[in-house]
C-alpha cells in the first residue's frame, strides 16, 4: 500500500531524511518512532505530496507520489502535527468543507459520515459550536474526523494522542484498531508515545537523524536491541555478589534496584545463564528471595537505541 | 479545473471573512466614508453663500481636458455649482478605484498568510484540491466581496449625488454618466482583479497577514498616482481613457494570473510557517 525508495529531502545542507526506504502493507499499522528531528514529520509530508522528494521515489495505494499528487492526496488521510482546524467555522462547517473536498459530493452521505464520526467521539452535541471554543483534546479528535472522513485507504497520523487525556486517547487508539482491523485502512503513526506504538503497530521503524535505524515487529525490535534481563529479588545486595556477578562472561550488565534489593541482570540466553547466575549468588552468600525473567519494553529498547546513535 | 473545488474554497473562506471583523471593518468603512461622507459634504457647498466658496481656481488644470459641452455647462454655472459639478463628477471617480484595490487587498492578504498564521494551511494543502483550483478560490473570495462593495458604494453615491443636486441643476441628474459607467462595469473588476494577483501572489510569499497587508498597500499608489495626474491636468479620465486603462489592465491581469499559477509553490507556502 506504500512503498519507498531511498526517499530522500534536503534543505540546504541539511539532509532532513537521508535514503529511508521500506513498505507497508494494506491494513498494517505501521509506527514511525523517533526524537524531534528524526525525520518523521518531513517523511509523511512528501507520502502525502505536501512536500517533494530530493530524489528517492514512492507509491502511495498504488500511486506514484511524483506523478500522481492529486490522486494520492484523495487517498490519504492526515492528521497534520497541528489541529489545522478553521477556528470561525463550526465543527460541522468544518467536517462539511474537508468531507466536500476530498470529494464526498452527496450530501446525504456527507451528512451521516459526519454525524457516525462526531458521535463516535462524542461531539454530536457541540457540531454547531465554532471549533475556537473546542479544548485541545476536542480539536484533536475534530482533525481525526477530517483526515477519516473521506474513509480513505491510507491514514497518515502524526501524534495523534498528544495532549490527551488517558479516556480520549483510548478512543482514538479503538478507532484506529477498528480502521486497520475492519475497514483494512492502511495506518503510518508517528509517535512519541510508545505505548500506543507497542500497543497497535504491527511493526515499526525506528529513525534518528534523518535515517532508518531498524524495522521490525515491535518483539523483534525488543529482542534485537536490548539483551533479556533477570530480576533477582534478594534480602541483601552485597559487593560480593556484584563482584561475582561482574566476573562471570555470560553477564552483559547488572543493574541494582537498591531500595528493593533487586539486581537486574542482563544476559544473552535466559534459558542456559539463569541456573548458573542463581548459583553464583549463593555461592556469593546471596539469599535469594524471588526470580524473575522479562524482556525491556519497546521504551528501554528505543532509548538505548537512540543514545548508542547519539553517543556514536 | 474543477470550478466546483475553487467554488468550494470560496465558500469556506466567505463563511471565516463573515465572522473577522479585523477584515471587515475596513472594507466597509472606507467605503462608507467615499459613498456617504463625500457627496453630503460636497453637496453642502452648493448651498453655501458664494463668498464661502474659492470657486474652481483650483481646478483651472483639470477644465481644460473636460469635454466642451461641459465646459460651457460650467461658464454659465455659479462658482459654487461649478465646484460641486467638478468634484462630484470628476474629482471623485478614481476614488472609486480605491474601493477594490483596498476591499480586494485586505481579503487577499488573508488568503494564504492568513492561513499560515492561523495553522490552517498544512490541512488545506493536504486535500486534493489542485493549485490552480485553490489559486481561483481565493481570488474569488477576494474578487466577488470586493465588487459587491463597490458597486454597493456607487449606487449609494449616485443616488446621494442625485437626490442633493437635482433641485440645484434645475432637475439634471448629473450620475451616472459615461464614464461612470465605463468605470463601473470596465475599470473597476480589471483593476480588482490585478490587486487581488498581486496580492494574492504577495500573500503567499510572506509570512504572516500583516505583513502581506503592508505590502499591498503599495498598490494604491498608482490609483492615487492617476487622481494627482487628472487634478493637475496631466490626463483626464474620460471615455476613452478608460478604455485605454481597461485594455492595459486585463493584459496585466493575463500576465499576473499566469505569473501567479507558476510560482504557486505548495511547498514554499508550507516552509514559510
Known sequence: ?312 | MNFHNAWLVFKKDWLEIKRNWQVLMPIIIVPIIISVAFPLIIGSIGNMPTTDVAGNQDFDALIPNLPLDVQNMLANLSPNLSTVYILLVYFFTPFFLIIPVMASSVIGSDSFAGERERKTIEALLATPISDSELLLGKILVSFIPAMAVTFVAYGIYMTIVDIMTFGMFGGLLLLPNVTWLIMMFGVTPIIALCSIGLTVMVSSKVKGFKEAQQISVVLLVPVIGLMIAQMLGMLFLGPLMLVALIGIFAAVDVAIYYLSVKIFQREEILSKQ
Open chain 1, 1 to 312: 500500500m506504500i512503498e519507498t525508495e531511498n526517499l530522500t529531502r534536503k534543505y540546504g545542507n541539511l539532509t532532513a531524511v537521508d535514503n529511508v526506504t521500506f513498505k507497508i502493507d494494506r491494513g498494517e499499522v505501521f509506527g514511525f518512532l523517533g526524537p524531534n528531528g528524526a525525520g518523521k514529520t518531513t517523511t509523511i509530508r512528501m507520502l502525502a505530496c505536501l512536500i517533494s522528494p530530493t530524489h528517492g521515489t514512492a507509491t502511495v495505494a498504488g500511486y506514484n507520489i511524483q506523478e500522481n499528487p492529486i490522486k494520492v492526496r484523495q487517498s490519504v488521510g492526515i492528521l497534520t502535527e497541528n489541529p489545522s482546524l478553521y477556528e470561525r467555522l463550526t465543527a460541522y462547517e468544518n467536517m462539511n468543507f474537508f468531507a466536500q473536498a476530498y470529494g464526498i459530493a452527496d450530501s446525504t452521505e456527507r451528512h451521516k459520515r459526519i454525524q457516525e464520526l462526531l458521535e463516535f467521539f462524542n461531539l454530536w452535541d457541540r457540531r454547531n459550536d465554532k471549533a475556537g471554543t473546542f479544548s485541545k483534546g476536542m480539536k484533536q479528535k475534530l482533525a481525526i474526523i477530517r483526515a477519516t472522513v473521506h474513509k480513505p485507504p491510507v491514514l497518515f497520523l502524526d501524534e495523534p494522542t498528544a495532549g490527551l487525556d488517558p479516556e480520549s486517547a483510548k478512543e482514538i487508539r479503538d478507532l484506529m484498531a477498528q480502521l486497520s482491523n475492519r475497514e483494512k485502512c492502511t495506518i503510518l503513526l508517528s509517535t512519541h508515545h510508545l505505548e500506543d506504538a507497542e500497543k497497535l503497530c504491527n511493526r515499526v521503524l525506528m529513525m534518528n537523524k534523518g535515517r532508518c535505524l531498524l524495522i521490525g515487529k515491535p518483539d523483534e525490535l525488543r529482542e534485537r536491541i536490548s539483551n533479556p534481563i533477570i530480576q533477582i529479588d534478594l534480602t541483601q545486595i552485597t559487593s560480593k555478589i556484584l563482584q561475582a556477578l561482574k566476573a562471570n562472561n555470560k553477564v552483559k550488565e547488572v543493574n541494582t534496584k537498591p531500595q528493593e534489593a533487586s539486581l537486574l541482570v542482563s544476559v544473552e540466553d535466559i534459558r542456559a545463564v539463569t541456573p548458573e547466575i542463581v548459583k553464583t549468588i549463593v555461592e556469593a552468600d546471596g539469599q535469594i528471595l524471588g526470580v524473575n525473567t522479562f524482556r525491556a519494553s519497546l521504551e528501554e529498547a528505543y532509548l538505548k537505541l537512540i543514545k548508542g546513535e547519539e553517543k556514536q
